[in-house]
C-alpha cells in the first residue's frame, strides 16, 4: 500500500513555463544587484560566491567576473549548487514583495491537500534547492501549501537521474520502496527510483501519450485513481 507521495515539481505539481519564463529570467534580472549589494555583506552569498570561484577559476575578488559565469550558469540551466543557493535568496526577495507568485496546477493543489488529510506523508523532491521549493508551496497561486509537506530533497542527496539518490531518501525516510510512489514527468528519474524499487507515475499534461507499460497520468486526479487502486 502507498503511503507516501514523493513528488516532483517542475511539470509535475507545477508548470515548466513558470520556471522557464518567470523564476529564471526573475533572477537573472536581479542577480547582479543583487550580487553587488550583498557580495560583502552577507555572509550566505559570499561563501556560495567562494564556490562559484573555485569550480568556475574565476578569482574570487572578481565581482564582475562571478557574476558573469552565474549568468552563462542560469543561461545553460546548470545544476549547480552554489547557483540554487543563490537565486533561491533572489526569489525570497521576489515572493516576499509579492512580485513572485508560485505556480501549482489546480488539481494538483486539491489533490495534495486530499492526500494529506487522507494521512498520506508528502514529500517533494526537485533539483532547485530546498529554500526554492519552500518558496514555491509557501506563496503559490493557491495559497501556503507547506503545512502539507512532511520534507523536502534537493540535489544534496544525489542526482534525480541516479539509482542511489533514491535509495538515500529512503535511507532518510525509514520505509519501505513499496510504500512510495514518485511522480515525476521525466522518464529517466522514474528509471532511477524503479531501480530503487519505488513505485512511479509519469505526469504528461500535454502532448501525445506515449506507447508505454509504464503508468502515465494527465494530472493528480488520475494519480489518484491509482492509489486507490492499490
Known amino acids: ?10 511539470g509535475t505539481t507545477s508548470s515548466i513555463s513558470f520556471v522557464h519564463d518567470e523564476l529564471f529570467p526573475y533572477a537573472s534580472k536581479h542577480l547582479p544587484d543583487f550580487i553587488r549589494e550583498h557580495h560583502h555583506t552577507t555572509r550566505a552569498v559570499s561563501e556560495q560566491l567562494a564556490i562559484v570561484a573555485e569550480k568556475s577559476g574565476t578569482d574570487s575578488k572578481d565581482v564582475e567576473g562571478l557574476i558573469d559565469v552565474l549568468q552563462n550558469w ?10 540554487k543557493a543563490l537565486q533561491g535568496m533572489i526569489w525570497e526577495q521576489g ?4 512580485e513572485l507568485k508560485g505556480h501549482i ?15 498520506l506523508r508528502l514529500f517533494v523532491y526537485s533539483s532547485g534547492s530546498v529554500k526554492a521549493q519552500k518558496l514555491i508551496f509557501g506563496h503559490s497561486n493557491e495559497g501556503d501549501f507547506t503545512p502539507f509537506f512532511s ?19 529512503l ?22 527510483a ?32 491509482l492509489l486507490r487502486k492499490r
Open 171 to 192: 535511507a532518510e525516510l525509514g520505509v519501505e520502496p513499496k510504500t512510495v510512489l514518485f511522480l515525476s514527468d521525466v522518464e529517466a528519474e522514474l528509471d532511477a
Open 151 to 169: 520534507g523536502y530533497f534537493d540535489t544534496m542527496v544525489g542526482g534525480k537521474k541516479e539509482a542511489q539518490s533514491y535509495h538515500n531518501i
Open 95 to 98: 515572493y516576499r514583495s509579492g
Open 194 to 225: 524503479e531501480q530503487a524499487g519505488l513505485k512511479t507515475a509519469w505526469l504528461i499534461r500535454e502532448g501525445d501519450l506515449p506507447d508505454t507499460d509504464r503508468f502515465v497520468a494527465r494530472n493528480f486526479a488520475e494519480v489518484d485513481a
Open 74 to 83: 542560469i543561461a545553460e540551466d546548470r545544476k549547480e549548487g552554489s547557483l
Open 105 to 119: 496546477y489546480p488539481d494538483a493543489a486539491d489533490y495534495l491537500q486530499r492526500w494529506h488529510d487522507r494521512g
Open 1 to 10: 500500500m502507498i503511503r507516501v507521495i514523493l513528488t516532483d515539481i517542475e
